[in-house]
């Protein structure tokens, strides 16, 4: 997403040893978990995390109550419209306009005076969300920026301005030789979103990367597109050799209402995946594989929330969080 080479869903996301699996504590699980019984303690990390010393961990945080749709703890993310790290102020003004929180609407209108340019991008947008299309013009501009950061942001925003008149944009943007890797990623993600099956190619070239990480880019533009073709590349995409690309792949399955790759996150706990993973690998499958749990949302998956939320990484335990409040939303 944003700035996403530095915030939790692009993954640069201790947690249990690093020759521990996820399983080792399966045996002490409950049968089966209400979801619903352990929102407190959800809501209770995501809090926590939104008041972090750690930018990285606010705006993960910021990320998980937005995604998770949680108004009543807006008033905590509006705070953080003034922090002092541009990506927590920037995810926590797209959070402002993505449930279209309108008590911070006086908040928003100043910060399109911000001194930094993403900030101010990301306000207009946040604007056009509260009701006034005129600002659309201020991220729309931005396409050209020869700033690629602000670039990039600008694509993404379009994208989720869900306007069509921006795909014209995000084609320039995408076949601009200047434009760097992050810029066309995000210009690849955003015409997804915007529906347009013309991208279907290029998306199934990132998802055929032979770099793992840029096909967790593809199957996350697959999984905005949400046609029938898209969704077929996704299913093939379970039987990646990279675990995570699988997991990935199988929580935009399960974003589109499909199970199908609910045994790829099974076997993370019944197949000792994780026990050869360094320490930095395996907080990124925990937490690909807790977010899979909150798309795909099926009981036999929801029984391992638990031991996610008292992982010792905030990370994970916050994508845990997240998890909890989306499966307890699916219903």
Known sequence: MIIRLLLFVCISIMFIGCNESLR????????????????????????AGL??????????????????KQIMLMPKVQRLLEDE????RFLAILAVADLEYYLAKSQIQKLLNDSNENIRIAAAYAMTKLGHPEHLKIFRDAIASDDQTVRANAALLLGKS????ALKLLYWALQRKDSSDKV?????????????????PKVWAIAYSGYADDRIVGIRALGALKTVKAKDVLITKLDDDILEVRLAAA??????RDSTGEPEVLEVFEKNLTASLD??????????????????????LKKYLPQLLKDESKTVRIAAAKAVLQCTTRK
Not at 51 to 68: H, K, L, V
Not at 85 to 88: F, S, T
Not at 281 to 293: F, H, M, N, Q, S
């Open 85 to 88: 790290a541009v990506p927590v």
């Open 24 to 47: 080792t504590a399966t045996d002490l699980l409950p049968p089966s978990v209400s979801a619903d019984k352990l929102i407190p303690e959800a809501l209770q990390i995501i809090e």
């Open 184 to 200: 066309r990623f995000n210009a690849v993600e955003a015409i997804a979103m915007l529906g347009d099956e013309r991208i279907l």
């Open 279 to 300: 320490k930095k690998d395996l907080e990124r499958v925990k937490v690909l594989t807790a977010l899979a749990i909150g798309q795909i949302g099926t009981e036999t």
């Open 251 to 256: 929580g935009q399955l399960g974003k589109l």
């Open 51 to 68: 008041a972090d010393a750690d930018p990285q961990i606010r705006a993960n945080a910021i990320e998980a109550a937005a995604d998770a």
């Open 162 to 165: 869900g306007n069509p008149d």
